[in-house]
C-alpha cells in the first residue's frame, strides 16, 4: 500500500505519509507544501481544536489557542486540560486511522500532519499508523534547541509534558522550564525515531531550493 513513484509534485501512486516531530519542526509548513502538490491533508491539531469547541472560547465568547488554553506545566489546570487534549488525539487519530483503512479512500495520496505527542497516544495506534503511512521524522537538532525553547515561551503551543517538567526547591518556573525542555527534547526525539521509517535533518529541509519532489525522492530513497 506503501510503494510509490516521485516523479514530479502532483505523483499518480498511493503515497501515504505522517509527519512526526517536535511542535516547530515544519511538519505543517511541509503538509501544506505536500497539500498544494494534489494531497489529501489530515492537520491533527485543527481537528483536535473542532473537538475541544467551546473549550477554547473565553468568557467574552472569543477564541483562544490551544496553547493559551492549555498553558505551562506549572498551571493549576495543566494536568486536566493535558489530559482532555491526549483524549482528543486519540480520538482524532482513531478517526484518520478508519479513513486510511477503507478501502474506497485506496488510491489518494494522503498526507496526515501530526501533532508532537502523536508518540503518546499508544502502541496500538502508532503501528496502526506505520501500517497506514510511511512516518517521516522531521528531526531537530540539540543546537536549534534554544531557538525552538524561545519559541515556545513566545507563543506557546499546546505541549503534553507527561510527568517531564519538575521544579527544584532552587528553581524559579522560568528555570525550571528551561531544564526540563531540553530533557523533553532529547527524550521526544529517541521515541521519533524509534517509531519513523524515514528522517528529513534539520538543516536538509531548510536548504534553499528544497523542494517537494527532493522531499518525496528523498522518502523513497531512505524507506527502511
Not at 72 to 94: G, M, Q, T
Not at 117 to 132: F, H
Not at 161 to 179: C, G, I, V, Y
Request: charged residues 30%; contains cysteine; glycine residues 6%.
Amino acid at each position: 500500500m506503501k510503494e510509490f513513484s516521485t516523479e514530479g509534485a502532483n505523483v499518480a501512486c498511493c503515497i501515504r505519509l505522517s509527519l512526526m516531530g517536535m511542535s516547530g519542526s515544519g511538519k505543517s509548513y511541509w503538509s501544506r507544501k505536500l497539500e498544494e502538490s494534489g494531497f489529501q491533508r489530515f492537520c491533527c491539531d485543527d481537528l483536535i481544536a473542532l473537538k475541544l469547541g467551546a473549550e477554547l472560547r473565553r468568557p467574552d465568547g472569543t477564541l483562544m489557542g490551544m496553547g493559551e488554553w492549555m498553558g505551562f506545566p506549572y498551571d493549576p489546570h495543566y494536568r486536566e486540560r493535558e489530559s482532555k487534549y491526549l483524549a482528543c488525539e486519540i480520538k482524532v487519530l482513531e478517526e484518520i486511522l478508519e479513513y486510511l483503512e477503507s478501502a474506497e479512500h485506496e488510491d489518494k495520496n494522503i498526507v496526515v500532519d501530526t501533532t508532537g505527542s502523536v508518540i503518546y497516544t499508544g502502541e496500538t495506534i502508532l503501528e496502526r499508523l506505520r501500517t497506514q503511512t510511511t512516518i517521516v521524522h522531521l528531526s531537530t537538532p540539540p543546537e536549534v534547541q534554544e531557538q525552538m525553547f524561545r519559541a515556545y515561551v513566545a507563543r506557546p503551543t499546546p505541549l503534553l509534558w507527561r510527568d517531564l517538567f519538575d521544579r527544584k526547591p532552587s528553581e524559579t518556573d522560568a528555570q525550571a522550564l528551561t531544564r526540563c525542555y531540553a530533557n523533553l527534547l532529547t527524550r521526544r526525539e529517541k521515541l521519533y525515531a524509534a517509531y519513523a521509517a524515514v528522517e528529513i535533518g534539520y538543516f536538509r529541509r531548510r536548504q534553499k531550493g528544497f523542494t517537494v519532489e527532493e522531499m518525496l525522492s528523498e522518502i523513497r530513497s531512505k524507506r527502511r
